[in-house]
Structures are given as structure tokens and as C-alpha cells.
């Protein structure tokens, strides 16, 4: 599945960006390096529902009541396992900023500075993902709920245009959409364009980060006492 989500990404990347460049849609900016950060947060985005996903299934097969049952602390094992994705997404990012450098033909080594980022970006998507799954009685549901916003939120990340030439009705959709700062804050550290100041978009994502890790302690509980 890390695979083929993956591949995805690569395809979104390497088609769109050589596609929309040959158009020259944004100007001076290589379309390229243009989609990059929104890719890493889509990347980031496609790995932490993998992690649900898996966190779903075990907790249907109550895995995670033998965790408690065993004195196991299930706050621990969640952070290891969204750690641990962090990291994966964090090695995805790697290849597709070396597949992009190979396109383009340029070597822009600060847009690795952007990794750091993308580890905490993954951790609070997959936290996002969580809480929703944990306040979730009905699992098909919650799935189908998540694959039918997926690709809106996507195209109204600022991934693949910039959303200012957008009709009123449809930017008010984006402005409203957590992946276009979070896209704003990569694109910002890599190509140094944004429109919401750095400073204030990382001082956002610790806060949502914190208040993340903090509901998640406070419910971790409800992995083994709802029904999947």
C-alpha cells in the first residue's frame, strides 16, 4: 500500500508538473517546484491513512484491548506507530524532492529544509485522522466519509494552481481547507512563496499539534471500549 500511494504521488508529480509547465500557467516559477510541497503534503497525507487504516482493523480485531489487558500503554504504542509514519513520509519526501531535482535539472538543496516540517505535518495529519476514527461508531462510514473529501481537499490545496485566480465562492472553499496551509507553509520554506507568514503557520501547527497529542492521551481508551 506504501507502494502504490507512492506511485501515485510520483504521477501527480511528474505528468501535472511537466504537463502545466509546458503551459507556463505560473510564470517564472518551474510548475515543478510549484507542486512539490502540496505532493509532500498529499504524500504525508495518503501515509497517515494507511496508519489508520491499519489502527482501524486492529482495533476491530481487538488487538488493542489485549494491549490494555497486558498493562501496555496504548498512548505509547500510538506514538510510536504515528513516529514511525512520520518518518516513512519524511523518506517519501526525500525521493520526490531527488525526482523533481532530476527534472528540472536543478540542484535547490533548501528544499530539504522542508523535512522537518513534513515529519510534523504527518504526525498531525495522522493524529487529525485518528481522533476522527476514535469519535467514529460507524468505521464504513467514517472510510467512505474520508475517500469522498480526499480529492477535494486536494485540489483546493493551492497544490496544482494558485487558488488567487480563483472565482470568490470556490477560494472561500480553499481558504477553509487545513491542507492549503499546511501547503503554504512548505511552499514558503521552498521556493518562498506563501501567503500566510512562516512564523504564524508553524506557530499554528504546534498549537493544533499539542492540542492533538493531548486529546489523543485522553482517549485512547475508547480504541477498545467502542465497537468497530
Request: hydrophobic share 55%; net charge positive.
Amino acid at each position: 500500500m506504501l507502494f502504490s500511494s507512492f506511485v501515485k504521488n510520483l504521477f501527480w508529480l511528474f505528468f501535472l508538473g511537466i504537463g502545466i509547465q509546458s503551459n507556463n500557467s505560473t510564470g517564472n516559477i518551474n510548475h515543478i517546484l510549484f507542486m512539490l510541497p502540496g505532493i509532500m503534503v498529499y504524500n504525508a497525507l495518503s501515509t497517515s491513512l494507511i496508519l489508520i487504516n491499519q489502527v482501524s482493523i486492529e482495533k476491530r480485531q481487538g488487538l488493542f484491548r489485549l494491549y490494555y489487558l497486558s498493562n501496555f500503554s496504548l498512548m505509547k504504542l500510538i506514538t510510536l506507530k504515528v513516529m514511525l509514519y512520520g518518518i516513512i513520509s519524511s523518506l517519501g519526501a526525500v525521493l520526490l524532492i531527488l525526482l523533481a531535482m532530476l527534472l528540472i535539472g536543478e540542484t535547490p538543496f533548501h528544499v530539504f529544509l522542508a523535512l522537518p516540517i513534513i515529519f510534523l505535518i504527518s504526525v498531525t495529519l495522522s493524529l487529525t485522522l485518528l481522533q476522527l476514527l476514535l469519535h467514529s461508531k460507524d468505521h464504513q462510514y467514517y472510510h467512505s466519509l474520508i475517500n469522498f473529501l480526499l480529492l477535494p481537499l486536494f485540489f483546493l490545496s493551492g497544490t496544482i494552481f494558485n487558488i488567487s485566480g480563483l472565482p470568490l465562492w470556490l477560494k472561500t472553499f480553499a481558504l477553509l481547507n487545513p491542507l492549503y496551509y499546511l501547503v503554504d507553509l512548505l511552499r514558503g520554506i521552498c521556493i518562498s512563496i506563501y501567503h500566510v507568514p512562516i512564523i504564524l503557520n508553524m506557530f499554528a501547527l504546534f498549537i493544533v499539534l499539542v492540542i492533538l497529542f493531548v486529546s489523543t492521551a485522553m482517549n485512547t481508551s475508547k480504541l477498545y471500549i467502542l465497537r468497530g
